[in-house]
């Protein structure tokens, strides 16, 4: 047990903030396109994008399989939440900044009731 920890040891990120269910996050990730490559070295292009929503489950806190849920409200007029997870420890992931909490007292471990929520909040509007 003690070699697998060391082996995934040097693969844990340090660098992001803990998270909790109930942060409002916004998360920057590399996306490559394998199509296009730089000039250079004829590394694969890639862009940053971002995805900003409320953290509505963790799973494996503490360990290298460590995954969140984001929950994001789609714009448009769509009844559509767009739920994203994401491995904590990703090289992908280039940052996570912390933008809030939500207005409610979080008193459960997963939120997916939320999505239903918005459903809803787009059917009355």
């Known amino acids: 047990m003690d070699a697998i920890r060391d082996i ?3 693969y844990f990120r340090t660098d992001l ?21 730089s000039s250079k070295d004829e ?5 940053l994008t ?7 489950a963790r799973k494996n806190p503490g360990q290298i399989g460590y995954t969140f849920s984001v929950l994001k409200d789609s714009k ?10 994401f491995s904590y420890h990703s090289p992908f992931i280039v940052s996570i900044k912390k933008i809030g ?6 008193r459960r ?3 997916y009731f939320l999505e239903r929520e ?6 009355n509007e």
Request: proline share 3%.
């Open 101 to 106: 909490k939500i207005n409610q007292k979080v």
């Open 118 to 123: 918005l459903a809803k909040k787009k059917d």
């Open 109 to 111: 471990a997963k939120l």
């Open 50 to 56: 971002h995805f900003k929503g409320t953290v509505i």
């Open 76 to 85: 448009g007029s769509d009844k559509v939440a767009v739920r994203s997870v």
């Open 17 to 37: 903030p803990s998270l909790q269910v109930g942060d409002k996050v916004e998360i920057t990730t590399k996306n490559f396109n394998k199509n296009e490559k």
């Open 8 to 10: 995934t040891k040097e």
């Open 43 to 47: 590394k694969p292009k890639y862009r």
